[in-house]
């Protein structure tokens, strides 16, 4: 982008009158007017309260007091905090799997078939995607009715017991992830059928006349070749995940006895139903680790890429 | 779907399959293989908006009823009378349209004028901004409704204009959502538009202004719908803002409404509750009907760019 800059200016030095350095400052200050919208809202409404949670998780209860580390120190004390982190790590790594395999094998199954049907595949397998999820979640909720749960009539018709869904804390666990994989894998189909159709034939053409099944087509062709897709949409689906709200909140709401809550629900009801704003944004905060993470391979990626360019 | 059936028998029929061996025998296994798997996906992928319709259509004594919960064997639509007719939700509706329509054009308008000046113009620090929004894109707003809550009381008392509670406060929240992406998708399409083209409008005199309303938003056009309906969705569909900064009945948008004043305690009336969620998730779905591949290339492109 600097570059650009310069050529830019460069290639406009000519104008009557006017100096090389005065239409160039020019330039950049109507650049920066241009911007200057974007700047206020990221610096009013993201950084500085990015910053500001971290002096509210500082204070005490009533935020007339500093108090330094102890709301950490009264979290890492609870086990229903470390019940959060648990259940955060478990949520997130496993719907994030489960949602690039899904996606990864149909994304596959649309790429078989011929070219003309895609479209309406793909139209159909994205609908999931596009509903809002708080919509969607609430559809799921009654799924898992516990009188009426519809999942449950198949099962007895099939000779099965029924589950209680949301009442038993491994089968509500597991039914959070699934809502979320339902979800989820539909972004990540789009990216990985992006990614097969750069992935040139001549290749799967030279492994079938060396006589590689599709198993090692996959394995040796397709997945080198989509690597960076596939790394970059699971991080950013890891970030996303490792936020999520809707689903929890609308499914569960932290039950049964807060066994399945995660960061950002948990942090929820401690701020704004428990009125303990400083402790709330604490455990907020814990999501900000991953973040960061995600952040510095995002962006090695981001240069990596632009000096290919 | 059966067209697309038809289609593989019609490949399958006509191909002389002896000729070619083994392969066309297998790919043509490997091509029903695909279909099959697509069906049990699609039915998997549809099964709880098509629940959603089902449920909508019963009565309440149908719901309560024992029998198969897959049909609907007394259709009604008197769900669809009910809320339709409620006062209450028609304002969910409006507050809903009120505020998507005021933030995307907010959002886009920032937005263009923004990657205009990051991709084409530069200026000191520009560099950094560009990196920088992309970074803020990944700060989630289940981080940021807290210190934002916090300030906004600040606020109250500081200057007397109470935030919380008014339903236009998503107005002010929800940029911080679709602004960092927004621009980042428009930066990349932006960006590959040719220094030729904008160069030439400069020599003849045009201004940088000009330059954006003649030049990049006609040439851009694809990638401002895909970033517009990308901005609708969003606004469209967050909770956690709503369910954080607005409590009364009346400052209510869709989404928080039809959960929190459908269900009344431990009485969840699912007719209604699957119509109001079909209601909402429909402008979504009607936009995404019509504009599919914009939809996408909005996805793809703010993923792959980053």
Redesign the interface.
């Known amino acids: 982008?600097?570059d650009?800059?310069i050529?830019?200016v460069q290639?406009?030095a000519?104008p009557r009158r006017v100096g090389r350095r005065s239409l160039s400052r020019h330039?950049?200050?109507?650049?920066?007017l241009?911007?200057l919208?974007?700047?206020v809202?990221?610096a009013g409404?993201?950084?500085?309260?990015?910053g500001?949670?971290i002096h509210?998780a500082t204070l005490n209860k009533s935020?007339q007091h500093f108090v330094g580390l102890s709301n950490f120190t009264f979290l890492f004390k609870r086990n229903t905090f470390w019940m959060v982190v648990e259940q955060s790590v478990l949520f997130a790594v496993t719907a994030v799997i489960f949602k690039a395999v899904?996606g990864f094998?149909?994304a596959?199954?649309?790429h078989?078939?011929?070219q003309?049907?895609q479209?309406?595949?793909?139209?159909?397998?994205?609908?999931?995607w596009?509903?809002?999820?708080?919509?969607?979640t609430?559809?799921?909720l009654?799924?898992f009715?516990p009188s009426?749960s519809?999942f449950n009539?198949?099962l007895v018709h099939l000779g099965m017991s029924p589950v209680a869904w949301l009442g038993n804390v491994y089968w509500a666990r597991f039914c959070v992830i699934l809502v979320n994989v339902?979800v989820g894998s539909?972004?990540f189909l789009?990216?990985y059928l992006?990614a097969l159709k750069s992935v040139p034939e001549a290749l799967h053409e030279a492994a079938?006349i060396d006589g590689a099944n599709?198993l090692q087509k996959i394995w040796y062709i397709n997945l080198p070749m989509m690597r960076n897709?596939i790394q970059?949409?699971a991080l950013?689906s890891l970030?996303?995940t490792f936020?999520?709200?809707?689903i929890v909140?609308?499914l569960t709401n932290g039950g049964p006895v807060d066994q399945t809550h995660v960061?950002?629900t948990w942090?929820?009801t401690l701020?704004?139903a428990g009125n303990d704003?400083p402790l709330?944004?604490s455990v907020?905060?814990f999501?900000?680790p991953i973040?960061a993470v995600?952040?510095f391979f995002?962006?090695r990626?981001?240069r990596k890429r632009g000096n290919e360019a | 779907?059966s067209?697309?059936t038809t289609?593989?028998g019609h490949?399958g029929g006509t191909q002389p399959a002896a000729r070619y061996g083994s392969?066309s025998r297998g790919r043509k296994t490997?091509?029903y293989w695909?279909?099959f798997?697509?069906v049990l996906?699609?039915v998997?992928?549809?099964?709880?908006?098509l629940?959603?319709l089902l449920?909508s259509l019963k009565s309440s004594a149908e719901?309560?009823a024992a029998t198969?919960?897959?049909w609907v064997y007394h259709p009604t639509l008197e769900n669809y009378a009910a809320l339709l007719g409620s006062s209450q939700f028609l304002i969910f509706f409006k507050n809903s349209v009120v505020v998507s329509i005021c933030v995307v054009s907010l959002t886009m308008?920032?937005?263009i004028?923004?990657a205009?000046?990051?991709?084409?113009?530069?200026?000191?620090g520009?560099?950094t901004?560009?990196?920088?929004?992309?970074?803020?894109y990944?700060?989630?707003?289940?981080?940021?409704?807290?210190?934002?809550?916090?300030?906004f009381a600040w606020f109250h008392e500081t200057t007397g204009i109470e935030l919380i509670n008014h339903w236009w406060v998503l107005i002010?929240?929800y940029?911080?959502l679709t602004?960092?992406f927004c621009?980042w998708i428009m930066i990349g399409y932006f960006a590959s538009i040719p220094?030729e083209l904008d160069?030439a409008a400069?020599?003849d005199g045009a201004s940088?202004f000009q330059v954006l309303t003649r030049i990049f938003i006609p040439v851009a056009l694809p990638g401002i719908i895909a970033a517009t309906i990308f901005a609708f969705?969003v606004s469209?569909?967050n909770?956690?803002y709503p369910?954080?900064f607005t409590t009364s009945a009346d400052q209510l948008v869709l989404?928080?409404g039809?959960?929190t004043t459908l269900i009344k305690g431990d009485v969840?009336n699912?007719g209604q509750?699957?119509t109001g969620?079909?209601l909402?998730?429909a402008p979504?779905?009607i936009i995404?009907?019509f504009l599919?591949d914009y939809?996408?290339s909005g996805?793809?492109a703010g993923?792959?760019k980053?």
């Open positions: 982008m600097a650009a800059a050529e830019n290639t406009q000519v330039k950049s200050v109507v650049g920066f241009f911007a919208p974007l700047i809202v990221i409404l993201v950084i500085y309260p990015a500001y949670a509210l935020m899904v094998v149909v596959h199954f649309v078989n078939i011929p003309k049907g479209r309406k595949w793909r139209g159909m397998l994205l609908v999931p596009v509903i809002p999820p708080a919509m969607s609430l559809a799921w009654w799924l009715d009426y519809a009539w198949i339902w539909p972004f789009i990216m992006a079938a599709w897709i970059i949409t950013f970030i996303v936020a999520n709200f809707d909140r609308i960061f950002a942090a929820f701020a704004i704003i709330g944004a907020s905060l999501m900000a973040l995600a952040a995002i962006l990626n981001v | 779907m067209s697309a289609t593989a490949a392969i490997a091509l695909s279909y798997f697509l996906f699609v998997i992928f549809l099964t709880p908006p629940y959603m449920t719901i309560g198969n919960p897959w308008v920032i937005a004028l923004a205009f000046s990051l991709a084409r113009m530069g200026f000191w520009s560099a901004l560009a990196t920088g929004v992309f970074l803020t990944l700060i989630p707003d289940t981080l940021l409704f807290i210190p934002l809550f916090k300030i002010v929240l940029p911080t602004v960092p621009t220094k160069e400069l020599i940088y969705t469209w569909a909770f956690l369910l954080a989404p928080v039809i959960v969840f699912w509750i699957m969620a079909l909402g998730a979504p779905l995404y009907a599919m939809y996408i996805l793809t993923a792959t980053g």
